[in-house]
Nanobody, 126 residues
Framework: QVLLVESGGGSVQAGGSLRLSCTAS????????MTWFRQAPEKEREAVAS????????AYVGSMPGRFTISRDNAQKTLYLQMNSLKSDDTAMYYC???????????????????WGQGTQVTVSS
């Protein structure tokens, strides 16, 4: 059984940094996509960044490439999200998810993902 466990969330001041981690277990092969999503209170869950094609490519939503960096250690089966210059709008529960089938054109779709972690809370105060 696949299990995803996120960690690294917390409370920071605006302008601060956090590094999220997601460790996967139960996989017998490398998932195609490992992706970070987030969900703010009373908002829909949205994609943030993805490491896809087995970790050989990355993609980001909106202004994330300038502040967020996604990376993946396949040997350790761990996904990371380095978040810098955090803003209050980044406050959300952050989730890790994996997909066996997604690719560069579909990585942002929630419906592509089979496994989800329990989430880690990020709170940014201004």
């Amino acid at each position: 059984q696949v299990l995803l466990v996120e960690s690294g969330g917390g409370s920071v001041q605006a302008g601060g940094s956090l590094r999220l981690s997601c460790t996967a277990s139960g996989y017998t092969s490398r998932p195609s996509c490992m992706t970070w999503f987030r969900q703010a209170p009373e908002k829909e869950r949205e994609a943030v960044a993805s490491s896809y094609f087995g970790g050989t490519a990355t993609a980001y939503v909106g202004s994330m490439p300038g502040r967020f960096t996604i990376s993946r250690d396949n040997a350790q089966k761990t996904l990371y999200l380095q978040m810098n210059s955090l803003k209050s709008d980044d406050t959300a529960m952050y989730y890790c998810a994996t997909s066996e089938t997604c690719h560069g054109g579909t990585w942002h779709r929630l419906t592509e993902y089979t496994y989800w972690g329990q989430g880690t809370q990020v709170t940014v105060s201004s």
